[in-house]
Every structure is written in structure tokens, then in C-alpha cells.
């Protein structure tokens, strides 16, 4: 087994900071009872461990292929996703009125992080699928719903995100696709995109574009663009003028086909209202950027998983007070332990941030009434930001971190941790570059005109760590309580120069690092709580003692630089462009 999805820790972290134990108590969780969520997470760990993960090594080694036009995903793939997509899986949290299960988004996230762990070239196709259903039943017509919600909820189509364009990356106001009104009603989109996933591939007939393009009188910039569905197959059956002009050759996901498309001419379809596009697009993005952050947490676990039984087997040198005449295996090794509780607990933290996340959509949705649903979309809009960078970032760290276990090992392609590093760089640049997380997170979030949401998810993080220490856990809460009153204190600063953009623009980084690194100290802690209260109850599960241990550990060797980043934030001076170019 290459893979063996954590199902325990990831339903302690759902249960508790997921909140998913209480609502499915109370009646809020779409009808979702423990057992259910037994069964789904077991189910979903079967088809992630047997079915995905040995297909993800020979999928980065044989890569997507381009001729005539013709996109080929690896061998086998096509079966594989038409059996993923027959199980149901697609449909988690999409609504049962399309025919989706109509769960909780929390639970799309756990299956999400098991399909991604085992494979995560696979995964992105259907991060797409699920996005664009989302968008389409939030802002499309009874029409658009009626055509193609059923084929997107059930997986039997795929979808697309077509944004980027040679000279519009992060600037989507410079994009330049076109859109005319058609006498049908129909539009007609001409322009080429670039870096599109799954733009174009052999694993469903129907593939549906959400393109944004510009109407001949919009207004310049994002407000005048609009959002387009654009489908490969007519209603009709014919083939639409949308085709595949390239395949790009990328650092990793080699089996995920990352598109050049034209558009000639191409019918497409309104979402939502003329020029209020980007709107429309946000409602996919948003899921999107949560689940970019959740493939951090997904291929860190998985890097995690390799470091370890590969640290359990090498024999190498002597460690401290080891007997008899044979090396020592690398985990006996004091500075190898480091790494390897590192890469847990820094992968528990971006699950619990994540987990948090999900739940405030979920709430934002079926909260008991508008000021709680309000309240939980606000907070929703503040993590996902923090997800997104933080737990990419992350993933990024984490799997740098398993090769070096592997040593020169892990930098040769044979042993695999060497893809885990390839396919997590992607993660910080798609979806909205981490830089633009931050100064989202900063300019429209924490500095939105009479928002004090920041201030309290720093008040509730320092009683988390209260309420650590009144559980028997001081080592876990002090540095919780620390990181929170650095989060307070950079926030502040913030509020203070809310006029002097170059500062604050040149701190978002920082204060997005600050606020992930004191929410994930806060949530571990609260998992902690959960699980020692559990232990208290008579239970003796492993995982209890390894999320007790994951947050002592964090809080010990990285919520303790909280402060640091709060006096590195307040202190940065960003050199000007000549003394850089000087
Ligand atoms: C494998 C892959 C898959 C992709 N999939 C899709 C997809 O399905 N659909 C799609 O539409 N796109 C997709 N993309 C495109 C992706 O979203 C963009 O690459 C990303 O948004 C960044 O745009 P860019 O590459 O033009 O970089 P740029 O925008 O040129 O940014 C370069 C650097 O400058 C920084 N920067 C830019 N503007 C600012 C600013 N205002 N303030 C501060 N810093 C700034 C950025 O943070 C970044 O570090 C994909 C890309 C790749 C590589």
C-alpha cells in the first residue's frame, strides 16, 4: 500500500474544530449521522488507497498527451475516473435536486484530501467539475441548471475555469476574449486562454467552459467582464469552435492536461448578468481556493506517509544510546524525528485550518438564522485566503522537508518523494498567487469598513489557548495565547496605516503567515482539548495521544515565532525599485 488515508485523524479534526459532531447532533448536517460518515470516509479511503494512488506515479511518468487536436490522459485513467465518478463521489456536497448527496462541504473536503493524497493530478479535474456546479446553480438560468447540472453533479461531464491569458494572470482586467450578442440569444466567444486544467482530455464526452470574456461596450477592467458557459458539445450534439492548441510541459500534476484553448467563434451561454462575471467566477474560485489550500494538507500527508517508512527502513550511522553493532535505523535519529513530527504537525495544522474553513461555508449556508449565517460567511471570507496561502505554502515546505529524510534518494525520481515536491509547487501560484491571497486577506477582508472580524477570531484563538491550559495542557496553550496577542497586535498595526498602502501591501505576506500560524496553533489546540477529554472519557485511541502530541509540538517549535513575525511585519521597509535594480 502506497498510501493509507488517515481517516481516524481527519474525522477527529472534522468532529471537533470541524464542529461536524455537534451539528450532526443537532440536525445540521444534511441529514448526516456518525455512521454515515463512518461509512462514506472508509469507502472514499478504499477507492483513494486501491484505485487512485497506483496509478499516481506511473500518471506523473507517462504525462497527458496532444495530437490532432486530441487530448489522451495516461493509460487507464479514462476506466478510473468513470468508476470515481459512477461511485457517486463526485456529488458529495452538491445539491440532491441535481442529484449530489447534499452534504456538508465538510465532508466534500475529507474525501477531497484522500482523493488528492492518493493522486492528485486526478483530483484536479473534479475540484473544477464541483466548482463550476456550484457557480452555475448559484448564478445560471433555470435553462443552464436544467442542462447541465445533472451531467456536472454526477461527473458524467467535466468543467473548466477559463480565466487566464497570456497578458491577464493575476489582472484579469486585462483579459481580452471576446463575447458578441448573438440574434439567438447565444453569445459568440473568440479569443485564446492559456494554462487551462483539463481544458481538454479523453475521460468524459461533455466538457463545459466557464469562460470570462468582454462584451464589446463593457467598460474597461474586471467590471466589464462577464462569464460565459461555453460547452465542447452542442445541445444539438455538434461539436462547438473550442478547441486544444497545446499542452503545456510543467514542473509536475504531468497528468493533469494544462490546456492552450482557442475560442473561434464558439456559442456560449450568459451566467449571471452582463459585466458582473468576476462575481459569478468568485462563487467557483472561493471552493477552488479552498481546496487548492486542501491540496497542500493532502500531498504533505502523503509526503509524510513516504518520509516515514523510508525513515523506518534506511540504516544509517549511530544514534544516541543505540545498542548492539548495527546502524541505526534514520527515525531512531534525534534531528530525523524533528522532521518527520514537523511534517506531521504542520500537516494536521493546515487539515484543522481547513476543516475551520469549510465549516463557516457550511454554516454561512444552513445557520439558524441571518446574523449567524452572516456572521459565518464573513468568516468564511477571511480563512479562505488563509487556507489557501498558508496550507500551499505548507505543502510546499512539507515535501521539501521528505526529501530531505530521503536524502539523495528523494531528489532521484525513484522513490517517488521527489514528485510529492513537483506536484506541491503548483499549489502557492493557481487559484490567485499566495501574494494576491495576502493583500485580498488585507485590503478587502481584515480593512473591510466596519469589520471586527479579525479581532475576534484573534480573541476566540487566545481562549483556545486558555482553555488548553485549563484542560492540563500549559505547554500547548501559552504559546497558543502568545500567537494570538501577535495577531491582535499586527492587526492593529494594520488599522494604524490603513493610509499608507506601500506598507501595508509590503506586510500582507507576513500578516497572512502571522494570522495561519496562530489560527492552526489555536485549532490544534482545540483538537487537543476534544482529544483529551475523549482520553478522560476512557478512550485510548492512538490518535488521541498523536493530536495532543501534533499540538504540543507545533505550538512549541512554530507558534512561538508568532511574535517574531509580528515584530518582522511592523518592522519591514520594502527597498524601492532602484535600490533592487541598483
Ligand atoms: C499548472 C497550471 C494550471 C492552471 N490552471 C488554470 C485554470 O484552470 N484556469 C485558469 O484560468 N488559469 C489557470 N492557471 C493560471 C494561473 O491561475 C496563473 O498562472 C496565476 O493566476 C498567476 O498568473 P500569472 O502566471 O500570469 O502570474 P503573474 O500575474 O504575472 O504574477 C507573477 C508574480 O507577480 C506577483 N504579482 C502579480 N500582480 C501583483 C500585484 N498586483 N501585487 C503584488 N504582486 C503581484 C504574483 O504574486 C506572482 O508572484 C494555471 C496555471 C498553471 C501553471
Known amino acids: 500500500m502506497t498510501y493509507r488515508a488517515p481517516v481516524d485523524a481527519i474525522r477527529l479534526s472534522l468532529e471537533t474544530v470541524g464542529g461536524l459532531a455537534r451539528d450532526m447532533a443537532d440536525g445540521r448536517a444534511g441529514g448526516l449521522t456518525p455512521d454515515d460518515l463512518t461509512g462514506i470516509l472508509c469507502e472514499a479511503a478504499r477507492f483513494a488507497e486501491e484505485r487512485l494512488a497506483p496509478q499516481n506515479q506511473r500518471g506523473d511518468r507517462q504525462g497527458c498527451r496532444l495530437a490532432d487536436g486530441v487530448v489522451s490522459t495516461p493509460d487507464g485513467w479514462p476506466g478510473l475516473y468513470r468508476a470515481w465518478a459512477a461511485a457517486g463521489w463526485n456529488g458529495v456536497d452538491l445539491p440532491t435536486l441535481w442529484g449530489g448527496m447534499g452534504l456538508p462541504a465538510r465532508v466534500a473536503v475529507a474525501t477531497m484530501e484522500m482523493w488528492t493524497s492518493a493522486n492528485m493530478a486526478f483530483a484536479l479535474g473534479p475540484v473544477l467539475t464541483q466548482g463550476a456546479a456550484d457557480a452555475i446553480e448559484r448564478h445560471g438560468s433555470e435553462l443552464l441548471k436544467l442542462r447541465y447540472l445533472p451531467g456536472l453533479v454526477s461527473g458524467d461531464w467535466t468543467a473548466t475555469m477559463n480565466l487566464t491569458e497570456p497578458q491577464a494572470g493575476s489582472d484579469l482586467g486585462m483579459l481580452r476574449t471576446r463575447a458578441e450578442r448573438g440574434p439567438d440569444g447565444a453569445y459568440r466567444i473568440s479569443g485564446g486562454k492559456i494554462f487551462i486544467t483539463y481544458g481538454a482530455h479523453d475521460l468524459t464526452e461533455q466538457i463545459v467552459h466557464l469562460v470570462l470574456a468582454r462584451l464589446p461596450d463593457a467598460p474597461p477592467g474586471t467590471k466589464g467582464i462577464s462569464l460565459f458557459l461555453v460547452p465542447k458539445l452542442l445541445p444539438d450534439g455538434s461539436l462547438n469552435t473550442v478547441r486544444c492548441n497545446g499542452l503545456e510541459h510543467k514542473l509536475g500534476i504531468h497528468a493533469s492536461p494544462t490546456c492552450s484553448m482557442n475560442f473561434d467563434g464558439a456559442a456560449g451561454w450568459l451566467v449571471g448578468e452582463e459585466n458582473r462575471g468576476l462575481a459569478c467566477m468568485f462563487t467557483m474560485m472561493n471552493k477552488a481556493r479552498l481546496f487548492t489550500g486542501l491540496q497542500g494538507v493532502a500531498i504533505a500527508e502523503r509526503a509524510f506517509q513516504r518520509a516515514l517508512e ?3 527502513t534506511r540504516r544509517q550511522g549511530r544514534a544516541p544510546g543505540s545498542a548492539g553493532q548495527e546502524p541505526s535505523v534514520l527515525i531512531e535519529h534525534p534531528d530525523v524525528r524533528r522532521n518527520l513530527a514537523a511534517m506531521r504537525a504542520l500537516t494536521a495544522a ?18 439558524t438564522d441571518a446574523a449567524e449565517r452572516s456572521d459565518a460567511d464573513e468568516r468564511a471570507a477571511m480563512l479562505t485566503p488563509i487556507v489557501k ?5 505548507m505543502g510546499c515546505d512539507v515535501t521539501s522537508i521528505g526529501i530531505q529524510i530521503h536524502g539523495g534518494m528523494g531528489y532521484v525520481e525513484e522513490t517517488g518523494a521527489a514528485q510529492h515536491f513537483r506536484d506541491a509547487r503548483i499549489t502557492p501560484i493557481y487559484e490567485g498567487t499566495n501574494g494576491i491571497q495576502a493583500i485580498d486577506l488585507v485590503t478587502r477582508k481584515v480593512l473591510r469598513p466596519n469589520s471586527v472580524v479579525a479581532e475576534t477570531l484573534a480573541a476566540e484563538y487566545a481562549q483556545a489557548g486558555a482553555a ?5 495542557l500549559a505547554e500547548v496553550g501559552a504559546p497558543v495565547i502568545d ?8 492587526t492593529a498595526w494594520l488599522r494604524r496605516n490603513v493610509n499608507d498602502h506601500e506598507r501595508l ?14 489560527a492552526a496553533a489555536a485549532l490544534l489546540a482545540e483538537t487537543a482539548v476534544g482529544a483529551r477529554r475523549r482520553q478522560d472519557l476512557g478512550a485510548g485511541d492512538p490518535v488521541l495521544r498523536r493530536a495532543i502530541g501534533d499540538a504540543a509540538f507545533f505550538a512549541r517549535t512554530f507558534a512561538v515565532a508568532a511574535p517574531s513575525l509580528a515584530a518582522m511585519l511592523r518592522g519591514s521597509v520594502v527597498p524601492g525599485v532602484e535600490d533592487l535594480a541598483a
Open 505 to 518: 501591501l509590503g506586510a500582507a505576506t507576513p500578516y497572512l503567515k502571522l494570522f495561519g500560524l496562530a
Open 350 to 367: 493546515g487539515r484543522a485550518l481547513a476543516h475551520a474553513a469549510a465549516r463557516a461555508m457550511d454554516l454561512a449556508h444552513v445557520g
Open 468 to 472: 488548553a491550559e485549563v484542560a492540563g
Open 389 to 393: 496561502a498558508w496550507c500551499s505554502d
Open 310 to 312: 523510508f525513515a523506518r
Open 483 to 490: 500567537a494570538a496577542r501577535a495577531l491582535a497586535d499586527a
